[in-house]
T-cell receptor
Framework: QKEVEQNSGPLSVPEGAIASLNCTYS??????FFWYRQYSGKSPELIMS????GDKEDGRFTAQLNKASQYVSLLIRDSQPSDSATYLC??????????FGGGTRLMVKP | SQTIHQWPATLVQPVGSPLSLECTVE??????LYWYRQAAGRGLQLLFY??????ISSEVPQNLSASRPQDRQFILSSKKLLLSDSGFYLC????????????FGNGTRLTVT
C-alpha cells in the first residue's frame, strides 16, 4: 500500500525559530504534493502546493521537494504561537487521489 | 470563487438512529467530491468519493453510505449509527486532475451516545 509518512511529534520550537516538518512518500509516480494546516477541532486548510523539485516560497513558508529521495518538507520561518497546529502532508497517486500522512503536531512556545 | 458548505457543525445522536450529513459546493461544475472521517487524534480516513452524479466509490466497508443526487451535492447517510461512527466528518472537493488539491468544508463533529 502506497503511504505518506510523517513524524507525529510534537515538534516543539521557540517563537521566532525555524520549524522544519518532514514527509516521505512511497509511491514513485506521485507528482503533486500538498501541505495542510489543521488547528485543533477545525478542518484542514491548504497552505502550500509543490509540483517540481526544489524550493517554493510563500511568505514565511517554504516547501521543498526531492523526488529522487521521495522527500517533501515544509519550513516555517519566524515561527509564531499561532502556527501551533497539526501539519498534514499529502501526495497524489496514479489515480489522482490524495494520500495523506498522519500529520505532525507543531508547538511554538512563546 | 468556489465555496463548500457542510452541515450541521455538530451532532449528537443515539446509537441506532439514522444519519444524514449534507455538503454542497458552489462556484464550480462537476467537481470530485469526498467524505473523510477523522477519529480523535488520528489521521484522515477516506470513506467515499464521487467523480460524477450517481457515481460513488466506497473505500471502507461499514454501515455508512453516500449519494450524489446533484452535481454539487454530496450526502453521507446511515440507517443505524454505531458508537464507532463517532468522529469528525469532512466533506471535500477537487477538480480531479493531478495537480488539484482538496478543499475541505468546516466539518461535522458527530458524537454517537
Amino acid at each position: 500500500q502506497k503511504e505518506v509518512e510523517q513524524n507525529s511529534g510534537p515538534l516543539s520550537v521557540p517563537e521566532g525559530a525555524i520549524a522544519s516538518l518532514n514527509c516521505t512518500y512511497s509511491d514513485r509516480v506521485s507528482q503533486s504534493f500538498f501541505w495542510y494546516r489543521q488547528y485543533s477541532g477545525k478542518s484542514p486548510e491548504l497552505i502550500m502546493s509543490i509540483y517540481s523539485n526544489g524550493d517554493k516560497e510563500d511568505g514565511r513558508f517554504t516547501a521543498q521537494l526531492n523526488k529522487a529521495s521521495q522527500y517533501v518538507s515544509l519550513l516555517i520561518r519566524d515561527s509564531q504561537p499561532s502556527d501551533s497546529a497539526t501539519y498534514l502532508c499529502a501526495a497524489t497517486n496514479a489515480g489522482n487521489m490524495l494520500t495523506f500522512g498522519g500529520g505532525t503536531r507543531l508547538m511554538v512556545k512563546p | 470563487s468556489q465555496t463548500i458548505h457542510q452541515w450541521p457543525a455538530t451532532l449528537v445522536q443515539p446509537v441506532g438512529s439514522p444519519l444524514s450529513l449534507e455538503c454542497t459546493v458552489e462556484g464550480t461544475s462537476n467537481p470530485n467530491l469526498y467524505w473523510y472521517r477523522q477519529a480523535a487524534g488520528r489521521g484522515l480516513q477516506l470513506l467515499f468519493y464521487s467523480v460524477g452524479i450517481g457515481q460513488i466509490s466506497s473505500e471502507v466497508p461499514q454501515n455508512l453510505s453516500a449519494s450524489r443526487p446533484q452535481d454539487r451535492q454530496f450526502i453521507l447517510s446511515s440507517k443505524k449509527l454505531l458508537l464507532s461512527d463517532s468522529g469528525f466528518y469532512l466533506c471535500a472537493w477537487s477538480l480531479g486532475d493531478r495537480d488539484s488539491p482538496l478543499h475541505f468544508g468546516n466539518g461535522t463533529r458527530l458524537t454517537v451516545t
